[in-house]
């Protein structure tokens, strides 16, 4: 079993990026002379300090991975041969292993935990938000790739870009507020991640033979994030109107 369950769900850099990065917009909305307060509140229902507590949370705790369940894994690579100055070279095989299946505290934990406090807000709202979570969900599953060092990853791109698009059109459709798409959007993204990339792909965990698997954990914690992010800017923007 994997000893160390506790590392950075993206790079270093990427971190302390995303760690600066609520200072930095708040900093900008003080230079263009916009109070956050009343945008968030709006938004989010949230304060502007019980926004970047969430926020903190939610980043520090993407580090921690609490094991599950471990399995053992079947695939085994084919025997391969490279050629090299007109000679045959075998390569090693990789042979199947245990594979530890854990949970994300940030990823999956925290996420879901703000999913169903922005949800809580949305009862109005509530067959948008299941459609919302389901088309998220196969849009995610179909885009997934498999990684043996990752298990099934998204590009990073996907998630914030299908789950805006979906929260947007779907709160058109519901003649709802448009500055709702923030609490959509990250329900959507990290219910329908979660969903599209882990839950759906447990299955075929064995034959991909990866020797960690985390839910909501590298390969879609970025994702979830961003979503989060881009759809708040989102929001405000559209809430300002």
Known sequence: MRKNLLFLPVSLPYFIFLLA?????????????????????????????????????????????????EFKSRRDSDQKTVTYAGEKYLLPVWHGHNTLVALNLGGCVVALCISVYFASALTALWPAVLLSIVIVA???????????????????????????????????????????????????GACGALLGTSLLNLPRLQRLGTTFFSLGGYGVFDGIFLTGIVATIVACALATR
Not at 23 to 38: K, M, N, T, V
């Open 138 to 188: 196969l849009g995610v599953f179909l885009a997934s790739r498999p990684s043996r060092s990752a298990g099934y990853y998204v590009p990073t791109y996907v998630l914030p870009a299908l789950s805006l698009a979906v929260a947007l059109v779907a709160l058109y459709g519901s003649n709802a507020g448009l500055y709702n798409c923030a609490r959509l959007a990250f329900c959507a």
């Open 21 to 69: 990065l609520p200072f930095l917009l708040l900093a900008a909305l003080s230079l263009l002379e916009i109070a956050p307060g009343p945008l968030l509140h709006k938004t989010l229902g949230l304060s502007v300090l019980e926004t970047i507590a969430l926020y903190l949370a939610l980043l520090a705790m993407g580090a921690v991975n609490v094991p599950l369940y």
